[in-house]
């Protein structure tokens, strides 16, 4: 994992700062539609997963004969904007990944090196426990999975949830949010962890995206 420094902090507070003048931060919303899944756990391990190309294209997506999951974690309700469109779109069932011990405040602090959330992302090892499962995995066909980014890379608990489940079969997409940092490599790191499925490159995206751009962007993915 990578070292982070206090000049890699400022650099990146100067890069929230510059953001925010910009007016381009999203904020704390409530997820619209779908159902949440939760029930007994399901832990499997995997043999390869594979990571796929995603373009847009012409075609239209049809998902009619697809079941579909958003799965998602979000510390401040951005990510959860998201899925919640994302879901209303897709016709997907929503599913809130939470945190066993939820993240304060304080936890969240980037510009502390010894916060929670510093210490989490500084160690490659370190898999934040999950408060429930989702006891009808096994069901699902396609699986959007979203998230902050935390230190240019997926937050841990990610990571966690990855290795919870089996992906086998299934289409995955990662989609986040971010002060302005792009997806990167955090979706590929997740499907590291997963191991199975078919895991596209997926979008970071803004947490007020209209229906009519996570239409468009899911429609591109043409699944
Ligand atoms: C610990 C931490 C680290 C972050 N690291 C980054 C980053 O590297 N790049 C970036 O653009 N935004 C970063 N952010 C900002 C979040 O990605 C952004 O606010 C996100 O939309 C929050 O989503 P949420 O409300 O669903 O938690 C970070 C936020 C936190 C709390």
């Known amino acids: ?107 969240l602090d980037y510009t502390d090196d010894s916060s929670r959330t510093t210490i989490e992302q500084n160690d490659s090892s370190s898999r934040p426990a999950i408060s429930g499962s989702i006891g009808n995995f096994d069901e699902y066909d396609v699986v959007f999975v979203g998230y902050p980014i935390w230190w240019y890379d997926a937050p841990h608990i990610m990571f966690t949830f990855a290795e919870s489940y089996d992906f086998s079969g299934k289409t995955v997409i990662p989609f986040c949010t971010s002060g302005g940092s792009d997806i990167g490599t955090s979706g590929s790191n997740i499907a590291a962890c997963a191991g199975t499925g078919t895991w596209l490159n997926g979008a970071r995206m803004s947490g007020s995206a209209s229906t009519s751009e996570v239409s468009a962007w899911v429609t591109s993915l043409g699944i």
Do not use: H
């Open 1 to 107: 994992m990578k070292k982070r420094s206090i000049g890699l902090a400022a650099i990146f507070m100067a890069l929230m700062v510059l953001l925010c003048a910009c007016g381009s931060a999203g904020g704390e919303q409530s997820a619209s539609s779908g159902t949440s899944s939760s029930g007994s756990s399901s832990s499997e391990t995997a043999s390869s997963a594979t990571t796929q190309t995603t373009t847009a294209s012409e075609g239209s997506t049809e998902m009619s004969n697809s079941k579909v999951l958003v799965a998602y974690f979000s510390a401040t309700g951005t990510t959860k904007q998201l899925a919640g469109t994302i879901a209303e779109v897709t016709g997907g069932d929503l599913y809130e990944i939470v945190a066993a011990e939820p993240y304060t405040d304080a936890d």
